[in-house]
């Protein structure tokens, strides 16, 4: 795993572009025991539970930016790392390459971006709430996919909530449970 981390690495940092700023966030969030569908197309049946976390995020646009009819599309690199607490406590990092899309007008008045990542993710130990949800059956390592909205500020910070996604990839990297959390959080650029 050591090796896959390394070549990815080498292999991203080759693609930065030279005039690229990072962007860090802060973040917070809740567990919940509803599938990631339930989550999105009915947020009214939503079953929070006691785990929560925390996070640190930092993310840098690679290549260049692809410009369409819906918008600017940028990708990014983002590596985070977060804190659980409650039902269950280790620390979690996630590698996601995301796919950012700037509309050219706000939508809803709000929305300035959208955007889906997806990667690895690593757990310091089993997840218990997703031991729980699999029946016993809980994996450290999973894939790790998210989807956010953002609405940015003119002092160039922004908002953002996020549906949080770990998984075994439907049995793709063997057995495994799943979780889905809410996010929130806010980020900035220096």
């Avoid at 509803?34 to 785990?51: A, S």
């Avoid at 790790?144 to 003119?154: D, G």
Wanted: glycine share 10%.
């Amino acid at each position: 795993m050591r090796k896959v981390l390394i070549c990815f690495s080498l292999l991203t940092s080759m693609a930065l572009p030279a005039q690229a700023e990072p962007r860090f966030s802060v973040f917070g969030g809740f567990l919940t025991d509803n599938p990631w569908e339930d989550v999105l197309l009915m947020p009214w049946r939503m079953k929070p539970q006691r785990p929560g976390f925390i996070g640190l995020a930092a993310a840098h646009p690679v290549g260049p930016e692809l410009h369409t009819g819906a918008g600017r599309l940028q990708f990014e690199l983002e590596a985070q790392i977060v804190r659980h607490a409650g039902l269950q406590s280790h620390w979690e990092v996630n590698l996601p390459v995301t796919a950012r899309l700037d509309p050219e007008r706000r939508v809803l008045g709000l929305v300035d971006s959208f955007a889906f990542g997806i990667g690895p993710s690593f757990a310091s130990r089993p997840p218990s709430f997703e031991a729980v949800r699999g029946n016993g059956k809980v994996a450290r390592n999973l894939v790790y996919w998210h989807l956010e909205i953002e609405h940015q500020f003119e002092s160039g910070s922004s908002i953002f909530g996020r549906l949080h996604h770990r998984s075994d990839a439907f049995g793709l990297i063997g057995p495994g449970a799943s979780s889905n959390s809410l996010v929130a959080g806010y980020r900035f650029g220096f």
